[in-house]
């Protein structure tokens, strides 16, 4: 186990270290101050690749983040005007979009301005018209939601014998697990996630006169690689593979109503196990993305202390929490 945890720490080392190296975004800032009387209530749309960022009305602002590289700065879809744009991260563009009214067919201009220019000229933009900053829903980098884990345990330890002659078993992995998340994506390919559950399982099969329930909190910290399979970045593969914090661990025993039954509790040390994952993601609205996928944990227990009695089977001094789960998450992305 020991090795594993090396491994993984070094893994995740990497990763976030590769992570840092990644592209990050640059801030591309459209405005619009035309001085005429005509067509003022016009709104031009912004697109970024084709794909709609905003609709600007005179005398706003609006801006929207690109990954580094060339994009195609596109306005209206009709007699549209296009520019290409070629882009760095960490920094700011600043276009000025107007009709010109001194050419025959009045097209819309598109025009790069220096950002001392561009602040000066926003300076006259009218609040009372200006609508917030928009960022790009393409470029929602943080998100928060919450999990759900059905899982299968693989190791299960005999605990009751029931009247039909066959045996009630403990699964220490599997079982159900419900969390809360926190997401970033550092870029369209790598992302880290945090995660805090709570992990549950019961016997198999459930004994209607007797209770046993291993229980215990799960933090979570998984360094992941992103697969975009659509053109705008709506639905992802995920794979990743992080370390898993088990505190708390508790085995529930309440079977004083069975032959030399009793109530007990069987306290575990906290652990340290590891897990993969795959998983599908997909955008459900502006702020709203899904996922559904595949887990696999592994972690092993040690027995610690109880109340009145301590386990003799060496599968239970010593458990092995190892499962297959699906999971389903919901996240607000901002």
Same mark, same amino acid.
């Not at 027995?303 to 297959?324: C, R, V």
């Given at each position: 186990?020991?090795?594993?945890?090396?491994?993984?720490?070094?893994?995740?080392?990497?990763?976030?270290?590769?992570?840092?190296?990644?592209?990050?975004?640059?801030?591309?800032?459209?405005? +619009?101050?035309?001085?005429?009387?005509? /067509?003022?209530?016009?709104?031009?749309?912004?697109?970024?690749?084709?794909?709609?960022?905003?609709?600007?009305?005179?005398?706003?602002?609006?801006? %929207?983040?690109?990954?580094?590289?060339?994009?195609?700065? +596109?306005?209206?879809?009709?007699?549209?005007? @296009?520019?290409?744009?070629?882009?760095?991260?960490?920094?700011?563009?600043?276009?000025?979009?107007?009709?010109?009214?001194?050419?025959?067919?009045?097209?819309?201009?598109?025009?790069?301005?220096?950002?001392?220019?561009? $602040?000066?000229?926003?300076?006259?933009?009218?609040?009372?018209?200006? +609508?917030?900053?928009?960022?790009?829903?393409?470029?929602?980098?943080?998100?928060?939601?919450?999990?759900?884990?059905?899982?299968?345990?693989?190791? $299960? !330890?005999?605990?009751?014998?029931?009247?039909?002659?066959?045996?009630?078993?403990?699964? %220490?992995?599997?079982?159900?697990?419900?969390?809360?998340?926190?997401?970033?994506?550092?870029?369209?390919?790598?992302?880290?996630?945090?995660?805090?559950?709570?992990? #549950? @399982?019961?016997?198999?099969?459930? !004994?209607?006169?007797?209770?046993?329930? #291993?229980?215990?909190?799960i933090i979570?910290?998984?360094?992941?690689?992103?697969?975009?399979?659509?053109f705008k970045?709506?639905?992802?593969?995920?794979?990743?593979?992080?370390?898993?914090?088990?505190?708390?661990?508790?085995?529930?025993l309440e079977?004083?109503?069975? $032959?030399?039954?009793?109530?007990?509790?069987?306290?575990?040390?906290?652990?340290?196990?590891?897990?993969?994952?795959? %998983?599908?993601?997909?955008?459900?609205?502006?702020?709203?993305?899904?996922? @559904?996928?595949?887990?696999?944990?592994?972690?092993?227990?040690? %027995?610690?202390?109880?109340?009145?009695?301590?386990?003799?089977?060496?599968?239970? /001094?010593?458990?092995?929490?190892?499962?297959?789960?699906?999971?389903?998450?919901?996240?607000?992305?901002?």
């Amino acid at each position: 186990m020991n090795l594993k945890k090396l491994y993984l720490i070094v893994v995740t080392i990497i990763c976030l270290t590769n992570i840092n190296a990644q592209t990050k975004y640059a801030k591309i800032v459209v405005y +619009r101050n035309e001085n005429n009387n005509t /067509k003022v209530e016009e709104e031009y749309k912004i697109y970024a690749d084709d794909n709609l960022t905003t609709n600007l009305r005179n005398y706003s602002t609006e801006e %929207f983040y690109m990954p580094e590289g060339s994009f195609k700065l +596109r306005i209206n879809d009709e007699n549209s005007t @296009t520019q290409l744009v070629e882009c760095f991260k960490g920094n700011s563009y600043y276009f000025r979009i107007y009709r010109s009214l001194i050419l025959p067919d009045k097209p819309i201009v598109i025009v790069p301005v220096d950002s001392v220019t561009a $602040k000066n000229e926003m300076k006259y933009v009218k609040k009372s018209v200006a +609508r917030q900053t928009i960022v790009s829903n393409h470029y929602n980098l943080n998100g928060l939601g919450v999990t759900l884990e059905p899982g299968l345990g693989f190791n $299960k !330890v005999d605990i009751l014998s029931t009247t039909a002659g066959t045996e009630a078993m403990i699964s %220490f992995g599997g079982g159900g697990t419900v969390g809360l998340s926190y997401s970033h994506d550092f870029s369209d390919n790598f992302g880290w996630m945090v995660e805090l559950q709570d992990q #549950f @399982t019961m016997l198999t099969p459930s !004994v209607t006169n007797a209770s046993v329930e #291993f229980n215990n909190g799960i933090i979570s910290t998984t360094p992941y690689f992103s697969i975009p399979i659509t053109f705008k970045n709506e639905q992802k593969i995920k794979i990743g593979a992080g370390l898993d914090y088990h505190f708390s661990p508790v085995l529930t025993l309440e079977t004083d109503k069975l $032959k030399n039954g009793y109530n007990d509790e069987w306290i575990y040390n906290n652990a340290v196990g590891y897990h993969l994952v795959v %998983f599908f993601e997909m955008k459900l609205g502006k702020y709203l993305r899904g996922h @559904t996928g595949l887990k696999y944990s592994d972690v092993s227990y040690s %027995f610690s202390s109880s109340q009145k009695y301590q386990p003799t089977d060496a599968d239970l /001094k010593s458990p092995h929490g190892n499962s297959l789960s699906g999971s389903l998450g919901l996240d607000y992305c901002f």
